[in-house]
């Protein structure tokens, strides 16, 4: 079991930021590619970045390119989701997930899921 706390979020006024952080515990963390989803009320699930077990190697959903970073630290045992530039349409609760083996951008083969952490952008 690998067992997934988000924080970071919060309120925030359009154009600015916010870093938000998963924590991992139960198994070796380097062995999980770590994603973000986002699922703001009424819409579905939504890719927002994936990377690598070593951080070599990351993925974002292409509406967010440039505004959005993705980054481990296998120390830490943490993932990091840096949101810069934020829009009223990035409000949503922002979900981290861990799957072992290679990323993927679509939020089926994730194994493990943190509860989320509400992002709200005010315009």
């Known amino acids: 079991q690998v067992q997934l706390v988000e924080s970071g979020g919060g309120l925030v006024q359009a154009g600015g930021s916010l870093r938000l952080s998963c924590a991992a515990s139960?198994?070796?963390?380097?062995?999980?590619?770590m994603g973000w989803f986002r699922q703001a009320p009424g819409k579905e699930r939504e890719f927002v970045a994936t990377?690598?077990?070593?951080?070599?190697?990351?993925v974002y959903a292409d509406s967010l390119k440039g505004r959005f970073t993705i980054s481990r630290d296998n120390a830490k045992n943490t993932v990091y989701l840096q949101m810069d530039t934020l829009k009223p349409e990035d409000t949503a609760v922002y979900s981290c997930?861990?799957?072992?083996?290679?990323?993927?951008?679509?939020?089926?083969?994730?194994?493990?899921w943190g509860q989320g952490t509400q992002v709200t952008v005010s315009s």
């Open positions: 997930a861990a799957k072992k083996g290679g990323f993927s951008t679509a939020w089926v083969p994730y194994d493990y």
């Open positions: 990377i690598s077990r070593s951080g070599g190697s990351t």
């Open positions: 139960g198994r070796t963390f380097s062995d999980y590619a």
